[in-house]
């Protein structure tokens, strides 16, 4: 059934985001003019050989063998090949980034070539079977044109696993064969970019697919061409081994060994968010896997392509802002400055060592140029002036942080989990109240911890690349999605939603967050538990499609009784009682505030019929001067976020003292016991 929906919505985005432009072919196109009439004589010389040979054969109404005979000929026994750096693989079965099959297969493979002056290890490499690591491209073939939207879909299923398994990968290079028609690919962070069609069936057409593969090949000295990253530099085994940070303030290149990957990119599209555990170029020790102080050594570099806005030539929109251009390190200087000298929250938020937008060689000279979409596809996005909707402007960010952390889940027992959330929203509350910076994207992924002297621990609040400066002191509508889905609030969901984004729906993520943990597990021990439980009501929270999600939230959380029979009746252990507590105290804080009219309560609006319930009501609660006719349930309690995000932070930090009693107890308890021989 998942894989049924994850197919039916590649088709759906398929459908939405392909965009048909002549100009794909040029990103792949050489720089040197001298090599281009190179490329263009080997492709010509090849195509008239391969309309010899098709001619000739007797299997030439099928383009699969066509294909074949492309990408194969002539091309592993010479000494120098046609495609010197691509080779082709069949039959490939598609592996998930966890080693399990999910049943869909790669046509073809682009692999790339790793060229070694032994001949007998070039063979060995050509016979190895590939995996997505060293994945070039991937091709999809139909038997007939009508299936292209099914190709397409596919080859979005694919990127995926490209991302998971390619940590330098930017965008990702695909083609499908549908029939006689070939189109070429590239799939972005927000769209599918097809090439005009190349009929395999004519001459002009396979010399159009030709030029392509033989471009491809020739301008791998340029990885930016077909989407790897040059600043992330690999080993002899072609794993990652250094990464680049430009200091945007000393304006140089800072060098980083990779020890691990923290974080790695799963999603079709979207922000691609990676991270790497790193140490600079001159340590070279392992960490040992044990939670890891500031002090170590070791720190984490963020990598992400986040939505911007072009900077106007004259000048007029400043590249600095922080709203406009999504700059997550002047937002996080800003942080830093803002709570300097705020003891209870110190070492409780990411700090910035260096960073900024990406930047690589543009040229010999040493010259640098800003990595984003523009750069990239240049070509592509102005070779259709006429279009109406604009493609999505994102640039490629890599930020430099300290401290390394572990992830949540890595929490001992329910009372480290406490403090650590609690650590959190303390965090939350400040940035927002002495930076005016709301953080818009409270999920499990961005609370970070570890371990203190005490016995207790310390959370760690990261990502900020979702969060927007409050300059005007009033809330605002945004139309735009931020966060994760399972975690983000149902105003959030709804991207057309009129109500405005306050604190609120960062504390309603929190309670996503409590619930989430207390249904699958707050640790990998207690998650074996949630394995046998696959068929929960929360599942349907990790939908791609995002109205899904918010129907689903709002039928869950709309009342008490709904809500525990599908979430708190479902929590694991008898020893989540505190944990289960928690939330449903948060939940009626915020679904079911005494201190609100009944029309601010629920998830659904609600009509009146008793006037003097309501005259009651109006007596005692904070919205007794609100508009009676104002029923939507989310806008009425936006007008009082503040007061509410306060009572929140009083209920959560009281929960986290009695958390700290409980565990400093424990400790001291396990001290007094004697030492068993």
Known sequence: QIRNEREEYAKFQATEKLRSDKAVADLVKPSNSALVCFTNDIAHRVTQRLDMTLLASDDSNDEYAHLAKWT????????????????????????????????????????????????????????????????????EVKHITSEEAQ???????????????QHNRRFVWGFTICGSHARACVLT?????????????????????????????YCAADQHQLGYDSTIRLDGRGNIDEIDVYDEDADRMVPYKIFAMTAIATRYFGRHTRCYLCKSVAASAQPDGSNSSADDGYIVIKGTWAYSTRCAKDGSEKAESENARRNEALLMRRIAKGLEGIANVDGKYAKLIHGGTVRFEKDSGGATEEDNTDTVFGAVFSSDPKEEQQPEFRIHQRLAMTPWCCPLQNVANMDQLIVAVADVMETHTAIFKECRILQRDISLNNMMFRDLDDGSVGDVLIDFDCAKVMESGSWETWPDRTGTYPYMSINNLEADSLVKRTQLDDWESLIYVLCWLGTTGINDDDCEAYNAKKQLPINSWQHDDPAKVVKAKRLIFNTSNSFYANIMRWFLKPEYSVLSALAMSLYMMLFFNERLLLLSHGTVEVAWFNQRSLERDLKTCLDKDDDIELRDPFERRAKYAEQIADDFLQMILEERNRALKRIRKHNSQAQSQPAVT
């Open 72 to 139: 194969m000929q002539d091309n592993h026994e010479k000494e120098t090949p046609t495609y010197p750096w691509i080779s082709a693989f069949f039959g490939f079965t598609n592996i998930n980034p966890d080693g399990s099959d999910d049943y869909t297969r790669t046509d073809i493979l682009l692999r790339a070539n790793r060229r070694d002056a032994d001949s007998n290890k070039n063979a060995q490499n050509l016979a190895a079977k590939p995996n997505y690591k060293d994945a070039v491209a991937v091709i």
């Open 151 to 165: 190709a397409f879909a596919q080859l979005i299923i694919y990127s995926c696993n490209l991302y998971a398994n």
């Open 189 to 217: 962070s927000d769209d599918i970019f097809a090439s005009s069609i190349m009929d395999i069936n004519k001459h002009k057409g396979r010399q159009e697919f030709v030029s392509l593969l033989v471009n491809m090949s």
